[in-house]
């Protein structure tokens, strides 16, 4: 099945760093994606999602961009806290297609050191 | 407005015995997901269903796991005999135009 028995890697900054979180994608005619944060306990929670026509979007401390030649998506995050120790996850879709079925990467974990 | 629910949120269980899992979407979202997740790991996909269309079942992982979705609204995810390899998360999503809103899960302990 998709992203099954993998132990997720893990990405470990410093308080007040900048974080960035990598994902590779696997469908080239994906058009929409989106990252999630899971926080220990909890279902995964949408952060910023961007579709294909776009290759930056900006939230609040966080950016997202796309690279669809090499299909490659990051999170950036700005003065990491340690509130944004958690999992994330992207997630690509065809919006609008037939299934628009949501296909998530392995994930990442972020811990955060103070 | 009311999110994702899923219930019970946890459930302990003897080996061999069944459970249903039960999942409430949000109102209107045509999309609805299971995924299973183990301690420390990914997601791992189970089934989607979208509106009327036939489920994608890919993921089930035998033939102990099976869901429905009665009125394109309410789904229930059973595993027959369980296993204590079946103890895990499991994760419902719905969503409308792709992005998938999640609920907290129901943790299933199989002793």
């Known amino acids: 099945g998709e992203s099954v028995g993998l132990h997720l890697p893990t990405l470990s900054v410093q308080e007040g760093d900048n974080s960035i979180i990598n994902c590779a994608y696997s469908?080239?005619?994906?058009?929409?994606f989106i990252w999630y944060k899971q926080e220990s306990g909890k279902g995964p929670q949408f952060i910023i999602d961007i579709r294909s026509n776009m290759d930056k979007r900006q939230g609040q401390r966080v950016t997202v961009l796309l690279n669809k030649t090499v299909k490659h998506l990051s999170l950036q995050i700005a003065a990491t806290q340690p509130g944004d120790s958690a999992v994330y996850f992207c997630a690509e879709t065809v919006a609008g297609g037939a299934t628009n079925k949501l296909i998530f990467g392995t994930g990442t974990l972020l811990a955060v050191q103070p | 407005g009311a999110g994702v629910s899923q219930s019970p949120s946890n459930k302990v269980t003897e080996k061999g015995k069944d459970v249903e899992l039960r999942c409430d979407p949000i109102s209107g979202h045509t999309a609805l997901y299971w995924y299973r997740q183990s301690l420390g790991q990914g997601l791992e996909f189970l089934i989607y269903f979208q509106g009327n269309s036939a489920p994608d079942k890919s993921g089930l992982p035998s033939d102990r796991f099976s869901a429905e979705r009665t009125g394109g609204s309410v789904s229930t995810l059973t595993i027959q005999r369980t296993q204590q390899e079946d103890s895990a998360v499991y994760l419902c999503a719905s969503s409308l135009y792709g992005q998938g809103f999640f609920g907290p899960g129901t943790r299933l302990t199989v002793l």
């Open positions: 469908n080239s005619a994906s058009d929409y």
